[in-house]
């Protein structure tokens, strides 16, 4: 009795979540989402953060309807989001999202492949292997370069780091796989001052801890000042970045680059939005000799504006890369085609690919060429417009970054406070030269220069009513 009573019950449950006004349903409400994310406020209200509690109650005894789900989500989930899709966020460096690659993502979610290996989903393999081809060309890296699909820079760069790793030990004699790390050769770690936390991250991860990093000092961008270089050996993996997380300066790629492969050292360079500029003719100049690196990280949900979450690691030597990402089992079946597994840390994987295609076949060389210039045309616009409103701006705009600062620290914090609750437009902070700033990343495609303007007019705001508070 019991046993029939549940069987009809998941019949239930299966038959009204495989319906298709399920879909029909979440359509409608992400399309409320999107024609009203101009008017949306940037950052959610407190209103709206504590309806989240809606959400909070004991582990549920009992299956829900599909359809109250959803409900839920669009009611009080919608509300609560960050407006980071429109053109007036600029947090962090979080990009926007191209309509052609959500909807591809959309497409491909319902297709729900693994990209593990060729036989889990051929599909995936393939798309793989056209994005690694186009990107090796739109950065202009060495042919027979590799990519592995991530979830971000994060990830990617521990890859690189470790394929490195790999490598300089075997050359030393010492095999990781078999050994290990503990006992291992010594190895050495270079890089700059103002290395990204995600470097550290990595580096403490693959086993190096902090007293083996030899910090280059760095300039009043935050580049490694080459001439401070420490010699290089064939034990030694210097990471460089292609935009700072502040400024968005670029190191010196070619000297760095020349000092290391005279000598035997392996280079990462950290690219997760700067790496872009190589794909923009009038750009290209800040990544020059980034081709003498042996892994690149970098990230498609930023600078390009593809959905979240998806990063490449990518690694001039395949034998490298896949030695550091291996795992063998008996049920593991390689294959002759591209096994996406081979050049991640990952085994299950979501399909990123697919809307990674979408994005470059959107936009073509000259798309992307015209996002990367727009972003920083934008990011130009931005700062002149502060500074004829009496704000200081601190980094020599290159890229898509611009540090501000109001006449006083405390000024700065409280415009930045103001800034923030205002919802018209959202900024983070950082420290710069030892002074609190704003910190504006211009990264998504959607920014027009009347967002600009608008953004400009709450930056006065913020700062009037500072003004008042202090
Ligand atoms: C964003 C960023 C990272 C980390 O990338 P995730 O995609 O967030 O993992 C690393 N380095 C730099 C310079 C970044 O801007």
């Not at 940037?42 to 953060?49: D, L, Q, S, Y």
């Not at 809606?54 to 299956?63: A, I, Q, R, W």
């Not at 990519?147 to 050359?171: D, E, Q």
Request: charge should be negative; proline fraction near 3%; charged fraction near 20%.
């Amino acid at each position: 009795m019991n046993d029939i009573k549940k069987e009809t019950l998941q019949d239930e449950i299966h038959l009204e979540t495989a319906s298709k006004d399920l879909f029909e349903q979440a359509k409608s409400y992400a399309y409320a989402y999107m024609d009203g994310i101009y008017d949306r406020v940037v950052f959610p209200t407190e209103c709206a953060i504590e309806s989240l509690t809606v959400f909070d109650e004991p582990l549920p005894g009992n299956p829900c309807n599909a359809v109250e789900i959803l409900r839920l989500l669009h009611e009080y989930g919608s509300p609560a989001t960050v407006a980071q899709t429109g053109g007036r966020y600029f947090g962090f460096v979080n990009g926007s999202v191209y309509p052609v690659a959500l909807a591809a993502k959309w497409l491909s979610d319902v297709w729900d492949q693994n990209s593990g290996l060729y036989v889990m989903s051929p599909i995936v393999s393939h798309f793989e292997s056209i994005c690694e081809r186009w990107l090796v060309e739109l950065f202009g890296l060495p042919v027979g370069t590799v990519a592995g699909f991530v979830s971000g820079t994060s990830t990617a760069t521990m890859c690189g780091i470790a394929a490195g790793r790999n490598k300089i030990l075997k050359n030393l004699n010492w095999d990781v796989v078999e050994k290990g790390m503990f006992g291992a050769p010594k190895l050495r770690i270079v890089l700059g001052e103002q290395a990204h936390a995600s470097v550290f991250k990595a580096l403490v991860l693959l086993g190096f801890g902090k007293e083996q990093i030899e910090m280059v000092p760095v300039d009043d961008q935050g580049r490694m000042v080459v001439e401070q270089l420490p010699e290089l050996d064939n034990r030694t993996i210097v990471i460089a970045q292609a935009g700072n997380v502040n400024s968005a300066a670029f190191d010196h790629f070619d000297k760095i680059c020349h000092c290391a492969n005279k000598t035997g050292a392996w280079v990462h360079i950290d690219g997760a939005f700067g790496l872009w500029s190589a794909a923009s003719g009038n750009k290209r100049y800040l990544t020059n000799g980034i081709e003498g690196a042996d892994s690149w990280s970098v990230d498609a949900h930023k600078t390009l504006n593809a959905p979240y979450d998806c990063g490449i690691i990518l690694c001039k030597s395949r034998e490298a890369l896949a030695t550091a990402m291996q795992a063998s089992g008996s049920y593991i079946q390689y294959s002759e085609k591209r096994d996406g597994m081979l050049y991640t840390p990952e085994m299950s994987r979501r399909n990123r690919a697919v809307e990674l295609w979408a994005t470059l076949k959107f936009l073509g060389q000259s798309g992307i060429e015209q996002l990367v210039d727009g972003l920083c045309d934008r990011a130009l616009q931005f700062a002149e417009q502060l500074r004829t409103k009496g704000f200081h701006v601190l980094n020599e705009v290159v890229f898509n970054q611009v540090l501000v600062s109001c006449d006083t620290p405390e000024q700065t914090r409280a415009t930045l406070e103001n800034i923030q609750k205002s919802g018209e437009c959202w900024c983070g902070g950082t420290i710069w030269n030892g002074q609190p700033v704003i910190r504006i990343s211009v990264c998504s495609w959607r920014t027009t220069v009347a967002d600009l303007y608008r953004s400009v007019d709450a930056f006065v705001k913020a700062r009037e009513k500072s003004r008042i508070m202090v």
